[in-house]
Each structure stands twice: as structure tokens, then as C-alpha cells.
């Protein structure tokens, strides 16, 4: 009666459960290496962070061979500077035109927007002044180191 799907009598097939097999001691460490391989390669793929075509797009930094070429440099920076404020200055003087007239026609929030560009600006400003200043003092050594 331990098959109760059997007609009496008969006894038919006996069924006998398969044996459980262990993979073999071979193929388990085969996987563990091809497991450890996929990762030390992911792991040198995506970690390196230098890729080849990050090396080849930089410039050659330019050195300055001599005080007379410092000097040409340094006078070049100074005169970008003073064009990068009279730009900066005619900037500012369009936002608080524009300004005026957002006030007039109650567009308040473009107003603010726009009262914040101007202090961001003058932030900016101040930093390029800074910056000339910088220059100057290095053009005026520069200057003095030639004349000596």
C-alpha cells in the first residue's frame, strides 16, 4: 500500500528515487576561478579611472621661457581682464534697464531674478578687480626685476 495508485494485485514498476549527485569537486572550483576572473576583470575595466582619450585632449601647458615672454604674457592676461569687466559693467547696466521696466509693468519675480544676476555680477566684479590687481603687482615685478 506504499503506492496507492497501483490496482491491487499488480505489482508493477517499482520507482526508485534518483540519487542525488554532487557537482564534482573539478567543476565547482572551475566556476569559483571563472568567478573570480569576471570579477578582477570588471574590477580593472570600471574602477581605472584614466581613459585614453582624456590624455590626449590636454594641451601642452605653455611655459614662459624667459622674463620678456612672462611679461608679454602677464600684459596679454591685464588686457583680457579689463575686457572681461567692460563687458561685465555693460552686463550690469542692461539688467538694471531691464529691471526698471519689469517694475514698472509688476513683473516681480523676473525683477528678483534679475536683482539677483546684478549681485551675482557684482560679485564677479569684484574678484576681476582683484584679479587685475594681481597682475599688476606681478607686471610692476616682472618690470622692476628687467630694469635691474
Known amino acids: 500500500m506504499r503506492q496507492p495508485y497501483l490496482i491491487?494485485?499488480?505489482?508493477?514498476?517499482?520507482?526508485?528515487?534518483?540519487?542525488?549527485?554532487?557537482?564534482?569537486?573539478f567543476l565547482r572550483v572551475l566556476v569559483v576561478v571563472w568567478l573570480?576572473?569576471?570579477?578582477?576583470?570588471?574590477?580593472?575595466?570600471?574602477?581605472?579611472?584614466?581613459?585614453?582619450?582624456?590624455?590626449?585632449?590636454?594641451?601642452?601647458?605653455?611655459?614662459?621661457v624667459g622674463s620678456d615672454d612672462l611679461l608679454h604674457h602677464m600684459e596679454t592676461a591685464n588686457a583680457k581682464l579689463v575686457t572681461a569687466d567692460a563687458v561685465l559693467r555693460r552686463a550690469e547696466d542692461q539688467i538694471s534697464r531691464t529691471?526698471?521696466?519689469?517694475?514698472?509693468n509688476?513683473?516681480?519675480?523676473?525683477k528678483r531674478r534679475l536683482d539677483n544676476a546684478v549681485s551675482t555680477s557684482a560679485e564677479a566684479r569684484s574678484s576681476l578687480q582683484q584679479a587685475r590687481q594681481e597682475v599688476n603687482l606681478i607686471l610692476n615685478s616682472?618690470?622692476?626685476?628687467?630694469?635691474k
Open 8 to 25: 491491487s494485485g499488480d505489482s508493477g514498476p517499482v520507482f526508485q528515487p534518483a540519487p542525488q549527485t554532487r557537482p564534482s569537486r
Open 36 to 64: 573570480l576572473g569576471g570579477l578582477s576583470f570588471a574590477l580593472w575595466r570600471f574602477v581605472s579611472t584614466k581613459s585614453p582619450d582624456a590624455e590626449k585632449n590636454v594641451p601642452p601647458p605653455q611655459l614662459a
Open 99 to 104: 529691471a526698471a521696466a519689469l517694475d514698472r
Open 106 to 110: 509688476y513683473l516681480y519675480v523676473e
Open 142 to 147: 616682472i618690470k622692476e626685476h628687467n630694469s
